[in-house]
Nanobody
Framework: QVQLVESGGGSVQDGGSLRLSCAASGNIASRVCMGWFRQAPGNERERVAAIDDDGSTASANSVKGRFTISKDNAKNTLYLQMNSLKPEDTAMYYC???????????????????WGQGTQVTVSS
């Protein structure tokens, strides 16, 4: 089993920055690929960024150049640095993990068995 706890959400103005954290515990073999997803009211959950066990990353086109995913293995923590935030980034942000590589199949929410409870990000114009 894997436990994931997000933190760092909040309210910022257009153009602001936030850093989300996800503290992970449990079976390390179950979190080979980790990712950040978000879901706005009325929308489907979408992938924001993912990072593989070897450190390789993949980001959605909508956040490229603005968001950076990283991890600290010593602290068992996943991060999402979000810069140049826009109102359309407003959503609940979730941390997720799966026990196989990010390159093995789509990075769809249904392919991630472990989830955190989410942290709200609100960007006002």
């Amino acid at each position: 089993q894997v436990q994931l706890v997000e933190s760092g959400g909040g309210s910022v103005q257009d153009g602001g920055s936030l850093r989300l954290s996800c503290a992970a515990s449990g079976n390390i073999a179950s979190r080979v690929c980790m990712g950040w997803f978000r879901q706005a009211p009325g929308n489907e959950r979408e992938r924001v960024a993912a990072i593989d066990d070897d450190g390789s990353t993949a980001s959605a086109n909508s956040v490229k150049g603005r968001f950076t995913i990283s991890k600290d293995n010593a602290k068992n923590t996943l991060y999402l640095q979000m810069n140049s935030l826009k109102p359309e980034d407003t959503a609940m942000y979730y941390c997720a993990a799966r026990p196989f590589s990010c390159t093995w199949g789509p990075l769809a929410p249904t392919n991630f068995p472990f989830w955190g409870q989410g942290t709200q990000v609100t960007v006002s114009s």
